[in-house]
Each structure stands twice: as C-alpha cells, then as structure tokens.
C-alpha cells in the first residue's frame, strides 16, 4: 500500500506543469528526510539539474510552490541543494492512521507457498538461562513473525536437552564423582547441579592433562612436535584438544557417551 502515491503524482504533474517535462514514477527519487532537516519526505532533484540546466535551488523552489499551491497534503517546502523537502498535512497523517487502522490484514503478504523452520533459543543444557536467553527468545520471535507476515509457512521449534560433548562431560563427572546426589540433596538449581559438575569435569581433566605432560611420553610428544623457540607453556594450552580427542581417557569415555547414549566406566 503506497500512502505516498498522491505525493508522488503531484511531483510529477509539477514537473510536468513547470517544465514540460514527462517523468514517469520509476525515475522518482524520495526518501525520508533526514532529522537535521525541516519536512517529512525528500525528492532528489539532482537528475532535474542536469536535463533543464537549471539551479537545485530554482528548480526546487519552482516545484515547491507549486505542489503547495495544488497538491492538497502538501503545506511547506524546503530547498536544500539538490534536494526539495516537503513537508505533509495533519490530514495526510491521519488518513494514513485511519486506512493501517481499518485493514485487519495490513502488512501481511499472501502466502507464497514455501515454508521456513525457525529454530530459537534452544539453550545450553549445561548453563543456567540468563538475560542472554531472553534476547535470542525475543529474536527468533520476531523473525518468525517477519517472515509470516511476508507469506511463509513459519514452523518454530527449539532443541531441548540436545546431548552433545558438553552435557556428556556433566553426566560422565556425575556418574564418577556425584556419589547418587541430586539437585536436591545438594540444594542447588537443576542447571547450576548440571554445570557444576561440568566445573568437576574440567578440573579432572586438567589433572589428567598435567600428568600427561609430565610423563615419558608427553615429554616425547613435546620434543618432537614443538615450534621452533616455542615455549612448553604455550605448546600445551595448544595442544589440549588434541589431547582431549587422541589420549584423554576421560575424553574418550565422554565421547562413547555420546555415541551410544550412556555412560561406560
């Protein structure tokens, strides 16, 4: 629904009138105009300058007056360079309000017969929700909603308890050193239950880690497969996911979890 259409059509009939010159509304520029400025809507007449050989500031004016004095909804207008800021009536705003008020519908595209899933917040199992959380709700809700409202077939869904490495890491720690506690026999929060054991985990591992490189083997590794000048600091913080994924015994027991859905000690 073009509410600018009449606005339009008298820059043109302007043009026309002024200067016996046919545009047709495809060679229209107009934009909002910019806060700095006095008006509502902007009409770009650099292009005009150039066919009539004339000033921004004649030809604007020129148009100006005359969208006044014939275009009902326009009540002032300003020259700025290249630029004609015209400014709209109360009337203008008001009919726009009434006729976005009166279509149930408005704003809606007809659907276009294609779909679209819209996955949101899905969050982290091992984490408690937090502020972040709300944000990604209220994102996905409203993209849903844009993408209805242009005519897909919109589906929203979230993964929850998504399995993966990390709530593994929380289960396997559990099962080794929870001793049968539960949320509440701990008196914590289920997500807080869950990430402190994901806490336990990592402690574990970095035990493990440490006793690695200090063995026959880790000192081997390090000889043979460090930069050059590279300091043994800096080579195992490199190397701890290759670690974790190619000796940790930890990390292969958290890895068979995910694989076949339990816990094997």
């Known amino acids: 629904m073009d509410f600018l259409k009449g606005i339009k059509t008298g820059f043109l009939q302007a043009v026309r009138e002024c200067y016996q ?14 806060k700095e400025f006095v008006g509502d809507y902007t009409f770009v007449i650099f292009p005009l300058v150039k066919l009539l050989k004339k000033s921004p500031s004649e030809i604007g004016d020129s148009l100006g007056n005359w969208m006044e004095a014939h275009v009902e909804d326009v009540v002032s207008h300003q020259t700025i360079q290249g630029f004609l800021n015209v400014s709209l009536s109360d009337h203008f705003w008001k009919q726009s309000l009434d006729t976005i008020t009166s279509t ?13 899933l819209v996955e949101f917040s899905s969050p ?28 897909y077939d919109v589906v929203n869904t979230q993964v929850i308890n998504d399995r993966g490495i990390a709530i593994c890491k929380s289960m396997l720690a559990w099962q080794k050193f929870g001793n049968g506690a539960t949320p509440t026999s701990s008196d914590m929060k289920g997500d807080h239950f869950v990430g402190e ?3 336990l985990f990592e ?6 880690y440490t006793s690695f490189q200090q063995s026959s083997q880790g000192q ?23 670690y974790f994924n190619d000796f940790s015994q930890l990390g292969a027991k958290a890895k068979k ?6 816990i094997m000690i």
């Open 21 to 34: 010159l046919e545009l047709n509304e495809g060679e229209i520029q107009i934009n909002a105009t910019r």
């Open 104 to 116: 149930s519908d408005f704003g809606y595209a007809k659907s276009n017969g294609k779909k679209v």
């Open 124 to 151: 982290n199992t091992n984490k408690p929700l937090h502020l972040g959380h709300i944000r990604n709700i209220l994102l996905g809700w409203s993209c849903s909603k844009i993408l209805k409202a242009n005519g």
């Open 197 to 199: 054991y994901y806490v």
């Open 203 to 208: 402690t574990e591992l970095m035990k493990e």
């Open 220 to 242: 081997e590794l390090f000889d043979t497969h460090k930069k050059a000048d590279q300091e043994e600091a800096a080579f195992w913080k490199e190397y701890k996911n290759k």
């Open 257 to 262: 979890c995910c694989l076949i859905g339990k």
